[in-house]
């Protein structure tokens, strides 16, 4: 049974910085797109960023280029997301995802999803 477990989340203060992970389990081929969704209270959820299988395409929400890092190492079956310059609006539930398609920001798109990690502004 594949599994996909978030860890990394917290409490960050204004301009802070943190780095999430999504540790596969359970799968041998690492020929999928990992995505990076999160979900605030009240809110839809979105997508944030998505890495190709090689790590050769990356794929960032607008509210978050520039700021948010994603990679993967496929060694290791993990999937990073380094977060700086944090903001009170980065505020979510943050969700690792998995996905055969290539390219996708849907949600839809994503047939494997981890319990999500919270990452909270600390003002």
């Known amino acids: 049974q594949v599994q996909l477990v978030e860890s990394g989340g917290g409490l960050v203060q204004a301009g802070g910085s943190l780095r999430l992970s999504c540790a596969v389990s359970?799968?041998?081929?690492?020929?999928?797109?990992m995505a990076w969704f999160r979900q605030a209270p009240g809110e839809a959820r979105e997508f944030v960023a998505a890495?190709?299988?090689?790590?050769?395409?990356?794929y960032y929400a607008d509210s978050v280029k520039g700021r948010f890092t994603i990679s993967r190492d496929n060694a290791q079956n993990t999937v990073y997301l380094q977060m700086r310059s944090l903001k009170p609006e980065d505020t979510a539930v943050y969700y690792c995802?998995?996905?055969?398609?290539?390219?996708?920001?849907?949600?839809?798109?994503?047939?494997?999803w981890g319990q999500g990690t919270q990452v909270t502004f600390s003002s």
């Open positions: 995802a998995s996905t055969p398609l290539v390219g996708t920001r849907a949600g839809s798109d994503y047939d494997l």
């Open positions: 359970g799968r041998t081929s690492s020929r999928y797109t």
């Open positions: 890495i190709s299988w090689s790590g050769g395409r990356v």
